[in-house]
């Protein structure tokens, strides 16, 4: 089948054409990303495949459909740019990467977390101007503090995992709370009131949904122990951001690690080195000393991108030789 693989990077071509090579498929990559604009360039491709900031909304949908598109692609867990009723009323299917690799996001939740807490980054610079001074590098242990996890599904647990390796307490607040799921997972259930309440550090790992849009808004960081910690590897729009700054401000919130955010769109993912950065909210969070920024990096691992190009691929075949889709999306 003809792939159309939208907002595609060297590491996205490197990694598909890899996996490809078992399975036959054209692949024609495009830098633009998937939205109305762009939908033409899908013309004689009976496949597109989107990333997570691309937006596959009713208009482009039907633009897709008349252009021939049977089967969006996607190559991310999440799926909340996509019109899930219009596509199913044009008679394309959405499938989805849910489980790429658990494990490099859960890593990447200690990456940003340790270098908040530890200072590295500022250490790093400081060493490399030949300051070797440890003033305002005070952190302090994970080990013993509670660690509250916000979704328990695999990144969850992957996170909880690690967790439990620095020798942490940890809770987790999720729609699915059962003795035997906290048993495996080595967690204690609670409310989200109370996790906010009791944990010094805080990670999200829920999708966006209407429901959870903003989960993480002024009234709930003022229900957070004071001085918490806030990782966010998940989706940008489950805080709000202008909420978050007002906490940081006055110190509810002792740090944020953020890999996600939730206006990343056209930003996260390219090179705007050379040009003044037009979102001032972004602008503003990039300003404070406790604040960690990475640009939607997560899953970038050679694990996890060999992982979605096979499971993207195994999507396509199935669909090409009329199997059932492995990870469907449906409304």
């Not at 044009?90 to 849910?98: E, L, Q, W």
């Not at 003022?222 to 401000?249: E, P, Q």
Request: glycine letters at 8%; a negative charge; aromatic letters at 8%.
């Amino acid at each position: 089948m003809r792939i159309a693989v939208f907002d595609s990077k060297k590491y996205d071509k490197a990694s598909l054409s890899q996996a490809n090579l078992l399975h036959g498929h054209e692949l024609v990559f495009f830098e633009d990303r998937l939205n109305i604009q762009t939908a033409a360039l899908a013309s004689g491709f009976e496949v597109v495949c989107p990333f997570v900031n691309d937006r596959v909304d009713a208009a482009t949908l039907e633009q897709l459909a008349k252009l021939g598109v049977k089967l969006v692609a996607l190559r991310c867990a999440g799926f909340n740019g996509v019109d899930l009723d219009a596509a199913a009323k044009r008679g394309i299917s959405v499938t989805r990467v849910p489980a790429y690799s658990p494990e490099a996001v859960a890593e990447h939740v200690f990456a940003l977390l340790l270098t908040l807490v530890r200072k590295t980054h500022r250490a790093y610079n400081r060493v490399r101007e030949g300051n070797f001074s440890l003033d305002g590098l005070v952190g302090f242990n994970l080990h013993g503090r509670t660690f509250g996890v916000i979704g328990a599904g695999k990144i969850g647990a992957a996170t909880m995992s690690i967790a439990h390796g620095f020798g942490c307490r940890v809770l987790a607040f999720d729609r699915n709370p059962t003795a035997e799921r906290a048993a495996e997972m080595g967690c204690e259930f609670v409310s989200l009131p109370e996790l906010l309440a009791q944990s010094d550090i805080i990670s999200l790992h829920t999708p966006l949904t209407p429901e959870t849009k903003h989960l993480i808004n002024a009234e709930t960081l003022a229900g957070m122990k004071h001085g918490a910690v806030v990782i966010n590897t998940s989706r940008g729009g489950l805080i709000d951001t202008s909420a978050l700054l007002d906490a940081l401000k006055s110190g509810q919130v002792g740090g944020v690690g953020l890999d996600v955010y939730e206006y990343e769109e056209g930003v996260f993912f390219e090179d705007l080195s050379g040009f003044a950065l037009e979102d001032d909210t972004l602008a503003r969070l990039t300003t404070f000393p406790n604040v960690m920024i990475t640009s939607h990096q997560g899953f970038l691992t050679t694990e996890a991108l060999e992982n979605i190009a096979e499971a993207v691929l195994d999507e396509v075949s199935a669909f090409a030789h009329g199997k059932p889709l492995i990870n469907p999306v449906t409304a």
